[in-house]
C-alpha cells in the first residue's frame, strides 16, 4: 500500500529550467511503502530520474531580418552591428553565429565574430561602388543532444542588410 510521497524538484520533466539546472538534472522522489499488518511495517524508498537533454527548438531571431547603416571608408574592424537571437535549450543562448551568404569579394567585405554576434567590416566601402550589402548569417545551437550529432543541429537564419552611408566633407 502506498500511502504517501515526497516530491523534490519541479514537476515536469523539463530540462531547460535553471533551478532544474542547480539540481543536477535530476528528481528526487521519496516513495514510502507500508502494508496493513499489525503491526504496520514501512520502508521509505528514494528513487532518483535523471532527465536527459534533448535539443528541442531553433534559435529564434529578435527579426527575421536585420538593417544596419556604416560610413563608407570605415577603418576595417568598425563595427556594422549584432544579430540576436536566443535559445530556450539549457544551457541558454550557446551559439554560434556564421555569414553564409552574400559576403561576396576578395576580401570579403564583413565578418562575423561567431561567439559575440558582433557583425565588422573586414575591407573599405565606396558607395558609388556598392550602396547596399544583403548577407545571410546563420546561428547553430552548440548545445545538441545528450549524445551530439551535427545532423541534428538547431539553426535559425537571417537576412542582414547593410546600407553604405555617404561620409560628408566639410569643404571651405
Request: hydrophobic share 40%; aromatic share 8%; net charge negative.
Amino acid at each position: 500500500m502506498l500511502t504517501g510521497y515526497l516530491h523534490i524538484g519541479p514537476r515536469h520533466l523539463d530540462f531547460d529550467n535553471a533551478i532544474f539546472a542547480g539540481m543536477h538534472f535530476k528528481h528526487t522522489l521519496f516513495v514510502k511503502v507500508s502494508d496493513e499488518g499489525s503491526p504496520v511495517l514501512s520502508t521509505i524508498i528514494t528513487v532518483i530520474v535523471r532527465v536527459t537533454r534533448i535539443n528541442e527548438p531553433n534559435p529564434i531571431g529578435t527579426a527575421s531580418a536585420f538593417a544596419f547603416n556604416v560610413f563608407e571608408n570605415s577603418p576595417v574592424d568598425t563595427l556594422v552591428g549584432k544579430v540576436t537571437f536566443t535559445d530556450a535549450d539549457w544551457p541558454f543562448n550557446n551559439m554560434k553565429y556564421t555569414i553564409v551568404g552574400g559576403n561576396l569579394g576578395t576580401p570579403p567585405k564583413f565578418y562575423i565574430e561567431p561567439d559575440t554576434r558582433v557583425i565588422k567590416l573586414l575591407d573599405s566601402l565606396d558607395r558609388e561602388i556598392e550602396s547596399q550589402y544583403k548577407i545571410a548569417v546563420k546561428v547553430t545551437d552548440l548545445d545538441n543532444d545528450a549524445i551530439p550529432d551535427p545532423l541534428r543541429q538547431r539553426s535559425g537564419t537571417a537576412q542582414v542588410t547593410i546600407n553604405v552611408l555617404v561620409r560628408m566633407s566639410h569643404c571651405l
